[in-house]
């Protein structure tokens, strides 16, 4: 008999108290397979699914989704996680529409990949946000686990970052900071405006996919935990998540927080900005973590050595203050001292500022270039293409957006003197100290 969590086809929105306990009994008991969690997990799925359009979080057949992989063939395959492998798919939902999906088949061998599967069906059920990947539904046949989401036609920032797969394009710094921007407002929605607060526990690369226009969502929530309530500071949990990006007293005591979260932000933002994997060759000894590679250049303010020679910051006027900026940032986030870190909510207004830094700054460069256009045509030079009369009608309306934005420019950089005293004071008091290795 084919099992799928209650009824096939069923639309489901997750409301029931029993389900979000089941997820809260999960979370209590991290080091022990918890099977009661597990079933309670799927007898609310069961019970509590309900029909809401705004939230069609569906099940599927395992022949449907067999189907629509091309029965899970290699070339098919467009990636492979700890718990199990991702396939590009094809699947008609609601009929008559099509829709390109990304499965998720999770090894049938692994109990952990089972709690996997049943967090991330819970957490996704209860959780939309545009920075958020969204979750179609969801399949349990026998012991088949499978997850299907909407397809990101860009890959993950990885791809991008490190070259992996058949992503050519670079990414300017204006995208990079984007694309951090849009990752932080996801997180900030996690820490801020779910309920309860979830902990995302394994924010990195691999794990911001991209949508049209490099859009960033947050995906994989199979390890993601809900928040302390009441008076409690942290969450006791086994370590897990992705060596390299874990907070050092995450690693070394088990105790969970917001902050656990902000400091894997800063080493995204390191990697973001050096084009360097979070952990290198073993020959570079206790540098072989980016993060203890890059604190000692940031010290002594080598950006030109810090930033990816793929951004050619030299090329710009602008490019190393807009990288130190986001330098200065990334550090604020690795603080040793937890309770030092920045919130989420911090971080979204410092990147914001930063990514209207970068667009000004290449405003005015067109309006250079289009003054230096204009005194051609007066020197009485022929300019014969017709983008150099686009140039000279975009430049007036660049000029004003400039001017109306230079009153925020002088009290942005009050704002950011404050904030580089505040960290070169840090820096200062740990000038002998450096990131410790997580293990």
Not at 95 to 121: I, R
Not at 267 to 286: F, H, N
Not at 350 to 375: C, H, P, Q, S, T
């Amino acid at each position: 008999m084919v099992c799928c969590f209650g009824q096939r086809r069923k639309r489901d929105v997750v409301k029931n108290p029993k389900l979000i306990k089941g997820v809260s009994d999960h979370n209590s008991r991290p080091d022990q397979p918890s099977s009661s969690a597990a079933n309670a997990a799927r007898a609310s799925l069961d019970s509590g699914t309900q029909q809401d359009p705004s939230k069609p979080t569906q099940c599927f057949t395992y022949r449907e989704l067999a189907t629509a992989t091309n029965n899970f063939r290699l070339e098919s395959m467009i990636g492979r996680g700890g718990f199990g492998s991702v396939f590009k798919g094809m699947l008609e939902f609601p009929p008559g529409q099509f829709k390109n999906v990304a499965v998720k088949k999770l090894d049938t061998t692994s109990h952990q990949g089972d709690k996997e599967f049943l967090v991330e069906v819970l957490m996704l059920s209860l959780l939309r946000h545009e920075h958020l990947v969204t979750l179609f539904g969801y399949c349990a046949e026998g012991d088949q686990r499978l997850l299907v989401y909407e397809y990101m036609p860009l890959g993950s920032v990885e791809d991008h970052i490190h070259g992996y797969g058949s992503v050519e394009e670079v990414l300017d710094l204006s995208t990079r900071m984007q694309i951090a921007l849009g990752s932080a407002k996801g997180l900030a929605y996690l820490h801020n405006v779910a309920q309860p607060p979830v902990i995302y526990r394994d924010l990195k690369t691999a794990n911001i996919l991209l949508d049209h226009g490099y859009k960033p969502k947050l995906s994989d929530f199979g390890l993601a935990k809900f928040g302390p309530s009441g008076d409690m500071s942290h969450v006791s949990t086994r370590v897990m998540g992705t060596h390299g990006y874990c907070a050092p007293e995450y690693a070394s005591t088990g105790k969970l927080t917001m902050k656990s979260d902000i400091y894997s932000f800063g080493v995204v933002m390191l990697e973001l900005i050096t084009g360097r994997k979070p952990i290198g060759d073993s020959c570079l000894g206790a540098r072989r973590l980016l993060v203890n590679w890059a604190l000692p250049l940031f010290r002594e303010q080598d950006i030109r050595k810090i930033a990816d020679p793929m951004l050619s910051i030299e090329s710009h006027y602008y490019m190393e203050e807009a990288v130190g900026r986001a330098l200065e940032l990334a550090y604020m986030c690795l603080r040793e001292d937890a309770n030092a870190r920045p919130t989420v909510k911090e971080v979204v207004v410092a990147l914001d500022n930063i990514v209207r830094f970068i667009a000004r700054k290449k405003k005015k460069e067109i309006i250079g270039y289009g003054r230096g256009v204009e005194m051609e045509k007066k020197g009485a030079v022929a300019v014969s293409s017709p983008n150099e009369t686009t140039r000279m009608l975009s430049v007036k309306e660049i000029e004003v957006e400039v001017e109306e934005e230079e009153d925020l420019e002088r009290e942005r950089a009050v704002a950011d003197a404050k904030n580089w005293a505040e960290t070169m004071r840090a820096l200062r008091r740990q000038s002998n100290e450096t990131p410790k290795p997580t293990p």
